[in-house]
């Protein structure tokens, strides 16, 4: 079982057993796109943000497992040497079409979460671009038949997720939550 798939299977259970009927791969989408848009790393504002998802108030017993994937998310976006991101996706063993219906919530969930904090921005025509490619993922549909040439489109559509986002981070949001996070780490003074 790979890392990424315990992950996913954990998440999952974890969301279902409190009753929540909630993705984890939309949660870490849209989780990805409100920091890709500079909505920073504030848990409170995360976690009211999350509530969208939910329906209602976030269940205190996921405050912990949403604050802990928000920080992995951070890490991932602030270090110097990422190149690519952890989705929260099905693991390679599921069937392919659990693995494309999760991938297309994953695009929903960021287009979410980017669109509801970049404001007035203007966008790139790069940025332009990855926000319609990801709407077009969005809309895939799960195709029950298992093939070569599904898994390989799967797999080069993961590929592109992994990496898309950081170059939204560094246009919008790189500055924001550097500051934030120099912020966070400087001692208070007396």
């Known amino acids: 079982m790979s890392q990424s ?3 996913y299977t ?4 974890l969301l279902n057993s409190s009753g929540a009927p909630v993705s984890p791969a ?13 909505a920073g ?3 409170e504002d995360w976690l009211e943000e999350a509530q969208d998802l939910f329906d209602s108030e976030v269940p205190s017993n996921l405050h912990a497992a949403l604050i802990g994937l928000q920080e992995m998310v951070k890490a991932e976006l602030l270090a110097e040497s990422s190149v690519s991101l952890t989705l929260l996706l099905p693991g390679d063993d599921e069937a392919l079409s659990l693995r ?10 960021f287009l979410s979460g980017f669109g509801s904090n970049i404001g007035n921005t203007e966008l790139s025509k790069e940025a332009r671009e990855i926000l319609e490619d990801f709407i077009s993922i969005a809309q895939v549909q799960a195709d029950d038949e298992e093939d070569e ?3 390989v489109a799967y797999m ?6 992994r990496v898309a986002p950081l170059f939204l981070f560094s246009e919008y949001a790189s500055d924001t939550a ?10 208070a003074v007396h």
């Open 178 to 187: 550097a500051s934030a996070d120099d912020d966070e780490e400087e001692p």
């Open 5 to 7: 798939q315990s992950a």
């Open 26 to 38: 939309e949660l870490q989408g849209l989780l990805l796109g409100r920091c890709c848009a500079g």
């Open 41 to 43: 790393f504030a848990a």
């Open 10 to 13: 954990s998440f999952a259970t």
């Open 100 to 109: 494309t219906t999760a991938i297309g919530q994953w695009a929903q969930g």
């Open 149 to 151: 040439e599904g898994e």
């Open 156 to 161: 080069e559509i993961n590929e592109y997720l």
